[in-house]
């Protein structure tokens, strides 16, 4: 067993990283097939000229920013209230939003969409799809929050408040410095989460607000071009430096 | 502080009733209606969507979910455990190497299936290699059936099993071991009759993280069955765009989560402090 845990272990390890590995390696051929034909840098002038891609990269910063913004907020302020004292209605309907399915949450927001614009004759578009993103970030947030907060001494909060200062001042004085490297790790996983989502985008966006997950997606069913591999591989090192950013961040 | 509170718990209701609670609600509102003349929804109200569930052809597919989803839950279950039982037996590196295995499930899920499809496709680096070394004269169809979405979603969620089964095996008291070796029991006794039923609450927990996403796979079935191998997250989908049946289309979304959270139920109540 101690000989044949590390071996194990290796191999393991290259069945989860080779095939991103070898992806991004292929970014680099200059042949359009699976034959290593020599060193280029063409795809990736490729993406970078490609008008289409420029404006889903837009887009999808847009979303993710937004989204972030408005859902670390709500979910801090939420975070913060469940700890104070417990609602089950809000960690109920966070959880259930968890283990629901991708595609039912996506197929319940587009009816809603259909439903409430139809009164209001807006089309599909960026709003639907940001909303769309809160939703489902919501409970990412709340969790990083509530760990982060079960490590605060809730004595602090008492002594500043015995020492004159109110409920605002102590929250915002007190507890939101030490729970701004857990705001920092939700706003990161949030964003992470929210750039990285196909399944209920592409079913809530509308002409205006193709994302960089629906061009992949769309250039994958197409086929073969090394483009993709490059694009796929500058979002997977953007995506990782992020992760390892918010990890650290929830350490502190 | 109870009115500061309630300020603050404030959004979060905004956001939970009405962007989760209502649309679902919704859901099962158009379960109960007849499909529009264009596609909408109608009344009169009626439980026929349900009913049709029960048509062979989708039970085909609800069944076809079920073993795929099975068959991959226990591939991560035979791959998870031993790596688990490295990470925890890492010593001072545990958190490196439990990161090592949870970083590539936060890179994006979609390029990580395009990655699988790259590599199986006729022209893809595993067809070309076999090729080359004249292993095989035509291209071997690897993509596009059940085997290589069995593979994404093994691919995909092994990082769900790893996680619970490393936080049982962490706990376990090394006491115990000790005592087992002094007993006479060699490596392999002591894992399958202390560690495996001593590991029993993470194995059931990593089975269900598993399974559930497999259940209501969509991605990966599309992209690595390309079609063919149809699931009850691509007949959901195909009902609310292709199909335009949004009555059916919805209670199947029901059937989908009742699974779920049914499974949820059964497991948690067998096993008390699960996750």
Redesign the interface.
């Known amino acids: ?2 000989r ?3 071996l ?2 290796v191999a ?2 290259a ?3 080779l ?2 590995l ?2 991004s390696m ?1 970014s680099f051929n200059s042949s359009r ?3 290593w034909e020599g060193f280029t840098l063409k795809w990736y002038g490729e993406v970078f000229g490609n008008e289409n891609l420029l404006e889903a990269t837009i887009n999808s910063l847009t979303i993710g920013l937004v989204c972030t913004a408005i859902a670390t ?3 801090t ?2 975070g ?3 700890w ?2 417990k ?1 089950s ?2 960690t109920n ?2 959880y ?2 968890l ?14 969409f259909q ?1 409430v614009f139809r009164f209001l004759s807006v089309p599909l578009g960026m709003h639907t799809v940001i ?2 993103h ?2 489902f970030c ?1 409970a990412y947030v ?1 969790i990083v929050i509530l760990a982060r907060l079960r490590t605060f001494d809730k004595a602090l909060e008492e002594a500043s408040m015995d020492l004159g200062a109110n ?2 001042q102590t ?1 915002w004085y007190v507890t939101v410095p030490a729970m701004l490297p857990g705001i920092a790790a939700a706003a990161l ?1 949030c964003f ?1 989460v929210s750039f ?1 989502d ?2 209920i985008t592409s ?1 809530v966006a509308g002409v205006d607000s193709e994302t960089l ?1 629906m061009v ?2 769309s250039m ?2 197409k086929g ?1 071009s090394p483009a ?2 490059a694009l ?1 591989a500058m ?2 090192v953007a ?2 430096v992020f ?2 950013l918010a ?1 650290r961040m929830e350490r502190k | ?1 109870q ?4 300020w ?2 404030a ?7 009405g ?6 609600l ?2 099962c509102a ?1 379960s109960l209606l007849s499909r529009g003349p264009y596609g909408g929804v109608t009344t009169p109200w009626t439980l026929e969507n349900y009913l049709r569930v029960f048509d062979p052809l989708y039970l085909t597919i609800l069944w076809r979910s079920v073993w795929i989803s099975a068959v991959s839950t226990a591939f991560c279950l035979l ?1 998870g455990f ?2 688990a ?3 925890a ?1 890492a010593g001072k590196r545990r958190t490196l ?1 439990l ?3 949870m ?2 499930f ?7 299936t ?6 199986l ?1 006729d ?3 595993i ?2 290699v076999l090729q080359a070394l004249h292993l095989t004269g035509a291209p071997l169809p690897l993509l596009f059936n059940n085997g290589a979405v069995i593979l994404g979603l093994v ?1 995909g969620y ?1 990082p769900f099993m790893v996680l619970p089964l490393y936080a049982t095996l962490e706990k376990l008291d090394p006491a115990l071991l000790d005592a087992a070796q002094d007993l006479g029991a060699s ?2 006794v002591t ?1 399958w009759t202390v560690i495996v039923p001593l590991s029993k609450t993470g194995m059931m927990a990593g089975c269900l993280l598993v399974f ?2 497999c ?5 990966t079935p599309d ?1 690595l069955g390309g079609g063919k191998t149809v699931m009850i ?1 691509n007949l ?2 195909n009902q ?2 292709t199909a335009r049946d ?1 009555p059916f ?2 209670a199947v ?1 029901l059937l ?2 009742i699974l ?2 049914g499974l ?1 139920r059964l497991v948690a109540r067998k096993e008390e402090n699960l996750l």
């Open positions: 067993m101690k044949f845990l590390p194990y272990a393991a390890y069945f989860l990283y095939p991103l070898v992806l292929f097939f699976s034959v907020a709500v979910g302020l939420a913060y209230a469940i104070k004292r609602s209605f809000i309907s966070l259930l939003s283990l629901t399915p991708e595609i039912v949450t996506g197929v319940s927001l587009l009816a809603f439903f909303l769309a809160v939703s919501l709340v409920e605002w929250f996983l992470t990285d196909y399944v079913l997950p992949i997606y994958a069913r073969v993709v591999n796929s979002i997977t995506l990782g992760v390892l990890g | 502080m009115r500061l509170r309630a603050f718990l959004p979060g209701y905004l956001v939970t009733v962007l989760f609670a209502v649309p679902m919704i859901v158009y791959l031993p790596l039982l490295f990470v037996r190497f990161n090592l295995v970083l590539p936060w890179t994006s899920f979609l390029i990580r395009y990655a699988w499809m790259f590599l496709r022209t893809g680096l067809n070309t691919y092994l490596p392999w894992l559930i996403p259940l209501g796979a969509y991605l992209l997250g959901v989908q609310f765009t949004w289309g919805s979304s989908l989560l779920v959270l949820l």
